[in-house]
């Protein structure tokens, strides 16, 4: 305390050991009134004083209050002359106060005094804590019940519809969007769907003026028709006469055909610079027409991609001008050109491609080289890809696995393997002028699969 708030100090006698009761009561009372401070210390003599602080209206009073006993720390000095019972009567006062429990784990005889004191600190008062233990745990055991519940019994008082009915009708009229029954499901879409709402998908977007023999349909579900032969070759001649001349028809046939062969191939796994020692070899047999004249220019631009290139051509005296130009084209790259058979590798090829079958000159069949290439071809077991085959009545003589057709495709047969649709560059006005309603079925690409329906 300081000097100036001292306004009375008296010195109080300390009570014998019979008056300890007394002692204990009267510092209990005081240490309850608010206000007034009592602290025992040891005196000059080694008796101990008792300096108490009456209350004081005028002064001002630093003393800060305990109206809490969790909150307080008493210290006892270990010079107090009270008696034993002294000390149990306020360890019982501590241990009865709320949010009191003993640490055990931090408390030992050598880091404490056994004289001192320390509760710890509450949060929550009993009161509180007594009423929700009661809350949840003060049922009576006799009042449970002992029958089950019926979860079917109560769920069939729930009219889910009606309250549905009631929810829709509160939207409704409050203006507040409204949530759907729980029967409609909201739509779902693929990652290739539109999710905008869009006019009906027409899939017959092709119509010929004539009955198709037989029908195709591409990836996305669009009806590819097939054409007969005369009209596939009036549509090619009406192109012809539009400006799409032979030559251009050969260079785009030859690039789409060698597309799809670098795909057979192995595409990027198999044509990587990494891959040097697995050049792949195909072997081009060729007819002297011009079927054959597509062929090597396909052969022209597989050599150009580094693909060894053996190609097939019989020795004619007198050649087409667009054999010729092509073979110039040709020789000017690594292909290797061979005119008979015993030529060809012993060994399977990669891949074969056909161009020795054509429409018109069926008589190419009976001609020895052309039976001993299609032996060739059908004891060496490389894949056979076949670009523009006949149509299915005219007998093949080498089984294809696949087959690339130009522009619309020919009703062709079960030999054929399966069908491919390359696109050669006929615009749409040139099919509207042979009677053909045509809308591109490609896409987004030149060469797209045709599967039968």
Known sequence: FRAGDITELKILEIPGPGDSRQCGDSQQMDTAMPGVGCQVGPSQNGTGKVLKKPMSSSAPQNIPRRTDMKSQDIVISPQQQCSKSYMDRHMETLSQSKGFRRRHNSWSSSSRHPNQVTPKKSGLKNGQMKSKDDECFGDDIDEIPDTDFDFEGNLALFDKAAVFEEIETYERRSGTRSRGTPSEKPARYRHDENILESEPIVYRRIVVPQNPNKEFCTDSGLVVPSVSYELHKKLLAVAEKHGLTLERRLEMTGVCASQMALSLLGGPNRLNPKNVHQRPTVALLCGPHVKGAQGISCGRHLSNHDVHVILFLPNFVKMLESITNELNLF???????????????????????????????????????????????????????????????????????????????????????????????????????????????????????????
């Not at 006949?390 to 003589?397: A, D, K, Q, W």
């Not at 089984?399 to 390359?422: F, H, I, N, Q, T």
């Open 331 to 453: 020789s000017k790259t690594q292909g290797q050109q061979v005119s008979s058979v015993k030529d060809l590798p012993d060994t399977p090829v990669d891949l074969v491609i056909n161009c020795l079958d054509c429409h018109e000159n069926a008589f190419l069949r009976d001609q020895p080289w052309y039976k001993a290439v299609v032996d060739w071809a059908n004891q060496n077991r490389a894949p056979v890809l076949s670009i523009d085959p006949p149509i299915s009545e005219m007998e093949l003589g080498i089984d294809a696995k696949w087959s690339l057709a130009l522009g619309l495709p020919l009703p062709l047969g079960e030999r054929a393997g399966r069908v491919y649709l390359c696109d050669i560059g006929i615009p749409q006005k040139v099919f509207q002028e042979v009677g053909i309603n045509y809308h591109s079925p490609f896409g987004c690409k030149f060469v797209i699969p045709l599967h039968s329906t």
